[in-house]
């Protein structure tokens, strides 16, 4: 593929746009071309080869711009390789073993026939916004649990995929 990838996000702390950069230098060191991109600012994706699209997990969901993203595009996505990753376990869980996603984000793979998912471990800090993500900090399950190296090894995998 000579073609540019579009990773685009939806995160209320930052958390999923850090993962979304890490896959996107991960395919940039495979040669590919890479846009990234908060998930509301994306215009369009017909200019794009190939999507990548992540969510923090909140509640069992999607972060809300991942999934108005996905919906807003979804005739142009399902004419293109799409993979999908989803952050948010705040515990090791993502990192012990593949956790499927959650249900809204199944149902789109589905739709899209896309090409794969992750679940990547989450990461909550003291700085976080709203009461509900200070009170879990101040509760003592917060702390940063993503796998950059599980990241780049996933991503990795994307890159050989589209270069075949």
Known sequence: MTGTVLV??????GSTAHIAESI???LREKGLTV??????SVPFVS???AVVVGGGLYAGRWHKDARTF?????????E???WFFSSGPLDTSASERELPPVHGVRR?????????????????EEDADGWPARR??????GGDFRDFDAVQVWAAGIAAELKT
């Open 8 to 13: 685009t996000y939806g995160t209320k702390n």
């Open 24 to 26: 996107a230098d991960a």
């Open 35 to 40: 846009e990234t991109m908060r998930a509301a």
């Open 47 to 49: 200019r794009y080869d």
């Open 70 to 78: 996905v919906r807003r595009h979804r005739r142009d996505l399902a």
């Open 80 to 82: 293109r390789p799409v």
């Open 108 to 124: 789109a793979m589905r739709d899209l026939h896309a090409r794969g998912h992750a679940t990547f471990g989450g990461c909550l």
């Open 136 to 141: 879990i900090v101040r509760s003592g399950k």
